[in-house]
């Protein structure tokens, strides 16, 4: 298999201590600003392009939320890099407000494993700065890794994948999207009721109420299961960066390596043209049916009134990948344990509920509800589902289910503070983590594609393509002019 890019971009729910809506927005700058660690200050932006689409046009504005618009009426904020308030951490990573939400985007990885456990670092990155805002403030500050407030409001968990220009939109939008559409029944976040939409006692997905359209390129309201933004971070003649944002925030690091394992399945079948081919009747309500139903039975109507499950869909992806791709250990991991996961959903829901986070969450709420023998639509569940997804240990409910042997663990506090110190050789993110611990006097600007330096007042802008293999011999470089020359002899 063609080695392929991945990176993910969570946005964090954000409580603090007698605040509202109205202050969310000066909330999260100020818990971004606040963050103790090594950082650097500053991003570059001249590379994002929002509003192009991969369909070959550009939108002439993004549609946003009326609800977010109701609390943000006759507000100002200054200009748009203030409000972001970017932090560059030392392993490559963003840190940054968007929208109201503490937002962290993990370098690129190459690995699912790695990108897990630098998703799982994030989290120590929010609760380090919620800590210190709550230390700066006097205010009880919580936050909560997931995709939706409760209150008919969605944040995002954004998947990037860097995939070879040529493929096109079409052909990806018909080679991917029943994978988007599937997958939720092994790595969905689970959610509680609903709130758009017919009435839910229990759900797979946090963001199936929020998707409204097949395909898009919004990502703040009208959002798509297949989004087509258009901005590559890299050479736009060259690649495409797939821009996923239907699924949800994992709690489960190992949900989220086979999160992105399974769309990493899906985009080396489409690269090779042998992804199996499904056209779904209705896509969007094909979603929404597989989150809503309680009978795990997951059928999905097709586009000639016929009708398959998602077991089918999923195997055929993984029956497809065995017999065309070269496998690594990795996508063979991810192959036999959704299997396994698959079969455990029918006859063995205790272990297949330690791997996956809406059955864990599921489980937990089961068991409230046959204690304390109250209904499903009891407000005191959503407190626990909410619970669920808070980042402290010494608080969330994920962490109690960990430490009770209910879920596998995650990786330990050591992996988690290696990872926010360093990346692993290969990946440009390597180059992006020396530059911002050992030249950060000179590094004047950042952002995924390039890094920009000040040499003897002379800018100096470097390129770093996506798939240059990029040497821990970088880190030797004794001054700036010596890091540049080695970076321009990249291959």
């Known amino acids: 298999m063609r080695r392929i890019l991945a990176g993910i971009e969570t946005e964090y729910g954000l409580l603090v201590e007698g605040r509202d809506a109205h202050d969310q927005v000066d909330d999260s700058m100020a818990l971004v600003r606040g963050y103790p660690g090594e950082c650097h200050f500053g991003w570059d932006y001249q590379y994002e392009s929002p509003r192009a689409d991969l369909r070959g046009f550009k939108l002439p504005h993004l549609a946003f ?7 943000d009426e006759g507000r100002t904020y200054g200009e748009a890099h203030d409000v972001r308030s ?23 990885c190459e690995s699912i494993f790695e990108l897990a456990k630098h998703d799982c670092a994030g989290e120590k990155v929010v609760l380090r700065a919620a800590k210190a805002l709550a230390s700066a403030t006097g205010r009880e500050v919580r936050v909560y890794k997931n995709n939706t407030d409760f209150h008919g409001a969605s944040y995002g968990t954004h998947e990037s994948y860097l995939v070879p220009r040529q493929l096109g939109f079409e052909r990806l939008f018909r080679d991917v999207l029943p994978m988007m559409v599937v997958r939720q029944v092994l790595v969905g976040a689970g959610k509680l009721g609903a709130e758009k939409g017919a009435s839910a006692g229990y759900q797979l997905s946090q963001r199936a109420d929020f998707l409204s359209e097949p395909a898009n390129a919004e990502t703040l309201y009208r959002r798509p299961i297949f989004n087509t933004r258009d901005e590559p971070h890299s050479d736009a003649n060259r690649f495409i960066r797939l821009h996923v944002i239907c699924g949800d925030a994992n709690m489960i690091s190992e949900a989220t390596a086979r999160k992105a394992g399974l769309m990493k399945l899906a985009l080396a079948l489409c690269e090779q043209g042998d992804a199996p081919l499904w056209a779904f009747r209705d896509p969007v309500r094909a979603f929404q049916a597989i989150s809503r139903d309680e009978t795990h039975r997951f059928a999905i109507e097709l586009e000639k009134r ?17 017999r065309f791709l070269d496998l690594d250990e990795e996508m063979k991991w991810v192959i036999d344990s959704s299997r396994a996961l698959l079969d455990q ?78 990346v692993h050789e290969g990946t440009r993110a390597l180059a992006r983590s020396i530059a911002v611990k050992r030249f950060g006097a000179e590094l004047k600007g950042v952002c995924w594609r390039t890094l920009t330096f000040n040499v003897n007042g002379v800018p100096v802008e470097l390129d770093l393509p996506p798939n240059g293999q990029y040497p821990m011999q970088l880190a030797e470089a004794k001054d700036v002019g010596t890091f540049i020359e080695m970076l321009r002899g990249v291959q």
């Open 306 to 322: 016929s009708w398959t499950t998602a077991g089918e869909i999923l195997e055929s992806y993984f029956s497809s990948a065995e």
């Open 345 to 422: 959903l029918s006859r063995d829901f205790n272990e297949f509920s330690r791997h996956v986070d809406w059955a864990a969450k599921y489980a937990m709420l089961s068991q409230f509800v046959e204690q304390e023998g109250c209904p499903w639509n009891d407000p005191s569940l959503r407190s626990f589902d909410l619970e669920y997804h808070n980042v402290d240990p010494e608080e969330g409910l994920h962490a109690a289910l960990v430490e009770m042997g209910s879920c596998v663990e995650n990786p330990t506090d050591d992996l988690l503070e290696d990872s926010l110190e360093s």
């Open 65 to 71: 939320d009326p609800e977010d618009a109701r609390f």
């Open 86 to 108: 970017d932090r560059v951490l030392p392993n490559g990573a963003r840190f940054y407000n968007d929208h109201g939400h503490p937002e962290y985007a993990t370098p690129e």
